[in-house]
């Protein structure tokens, strides 16, 4: 995140001009909301290959576990 994307989002917290004026407590919890959107959105982004691969096995123990249980079943 750099100066200008820190400036943007307190604009859209209700910041005048990314200077802090009096909006009170909203503001402040806007902005911080806005903040952590947007550092989610690029870990996640930054982190989707491994993600993904993560994915991918939890799916393939399911289907392992799955199978488990089927053939035990049907002993």
Known sequence: MNREDI????REAGFA???VDVVGFEGFANFAALVAAH???RIIAANAP?????NEYIKALENSIATVIRAREEK
Request: proline content about 0%.
């Open 39 to 41: 550092e989610r959105e």
């Open 17 to 19: 001009d990314g200077v």
């Open 50 to 54: 491994e993600i993904e691969k993560v």
């Open 7 to 10: 400036i943007r989002m307190a």
